[in-house]
């Protein structure tokens, strides 16, 4: 079979362009690509993975471990989910996705409308949490904080280098692929649900790293930043880490948004985001990572100014009024008009 599609394929392109048979193209949209889920399984309480593939079949685009999806919804929600497949496969994309009833109602619209046959429209991978594959590594994990871990364990496995693994959890029952885990690295992962063995503190989590290992961690933001704060007493030499939810507000200043269109006016706390507060007032207002980095919340602001907390957008886009509300904001006591 390889023989005949390498014929066919020498075959066609000796054919003129007129005689060639029509290949359908990938449908897309201005906002990405359209894709199917052609696979659905529970790998834990809550918790569902996905496999999406191309409507004609054809390969996607190439990813590398630590790469997310931007998803659009059919309610037009976006959000964003770690792939946690295996990158040498061309004609899948996985992601797994763990349920929260009160969250923002994305993770309840992929668990209840994503079925096997929808389709959605997706944009290319990115990444934010690039894997370096040091000689020596340690990944923790928590929860559903394993999706981005998870390729690159893959990734370690493949290159024989020296890692470890430690995933926690509130129980065996809720940690997704645990089988996988176990195959690929046996001795090297250690599962710790909270219910049998307590919360551990990131110091523990780090005393499991080999001396001058990096260190890749992901899950709920008290872990991570338990983690942080031990980094400087551990023998580990690097910290990467990618948080699930929004980071803490740090140094914040009250603040007022001033909405053009509406004509309201909304204070921001010290202690909370400009997203917050807009979700508060509409909850469909647009959001995905809360991090800073995907830009789904980004607005034009008409008048005032803003501290500008993000680190993406350029002087250009600054310069043309554009703000990230779920990290940037204003100096204490002024007011934004944004263009809502």
């Known amino acids: 079979m390889r023989v005949l599609s390498t014929f066919a394929d020498r075959y066609m ?8 048979p029509a290949r359908r193209p990938r449908p897309s949209t201005p906002t990405g690509v359209e894709l199917t889920v052609t696979a659905r399984e529970s790998p834990a309480e809550d918790v569902i993975a996905l496999r999406l593939a191309a409507l004609d079949g054809s390969p996607l685009p190439r990813w590398q471990a630590g790469a997310h999806l931007d998803l659009l919804l059919p309610s037009g929600r976006k ?9 040498d496969d061309r004609y899948a994309y996985r992601i797994a996705v763990r349920r929260i009833d009160g969250g923002g109602g994305g993770s309840v619209e992929v668990h209840e409308a994503l079925q096997v046959g929808a389709h959605v429209t997706v944009k290319e991978p990115r990444n934010a949490f690039p ?5 020596s590594v340690m990944f923790v994990a928590g929860g559903i904080g394993i999706t981005p871990i ?9 290159r024989g280098l020296d890692w470890r693994l430690v995933h926690t959890g509130r129980s065996r029952a809720s940690m997704p692929f645990g089988d996988e885990l176990r195959e690929l690295g046996g001795e090297r992962v ?22 001058g ?5 992901c899950g709920p933001g008290p872990m991570i930043d338990s983690v942080r704060a031990a980094f400087d007493g551990s023998g580990a030499k690097a910290l990467h880490f990618e948080r699930f ?13 001033a909405l053009r269109r509406s004509g309201e006016v909304l204070t921001v706390p010290a202690d909370q985001s400009a997203l917050h507060v807009l979700l508060e007032r509409d909850p469909a207002t647009p959001y995905s990572c809360r991090q800073g980095f995907c830009g789904v919340c980004t607005v034009r602001v008409s008048s005032g100014t803003v501290e500008h907390r993000d680190g993406r957008l350029t002087e250009q886009e600054r310069a043309d009024g554009q703000m990230r509300v779920c990290v940037s904001r204003a100096p204490a006591g002024s007011r934004l008009e944004l263009d809502l």
């Open 245 to 257: 939810g929004a980071a803490p507000v740090v140094d914040g200043e009250p603040f007022e948004l």
């Open 190 to 211: 250690e599962i710790l649900p909270d219910d049998e063995h307590g919360m551990p503190d990131g110091a523990a989590l780090l005393g499991r790293a080999p001396e």
């Open 213 to 217: 290992a990096a260190v890749y961690c």
């Open 150 to 158: 998870l390729p690159m364990v893959r990734e370690a496995a493949r």
């Open 131 to 135: 894997f370096a594959a040091e000689p």
């Open 79 to 87: 959000r964003q989910y770690s792939l946690c497949g295996d990158p």
């Open 13 to 20: 392109a000796l054919l003129p362009s007129s005689d060639r």
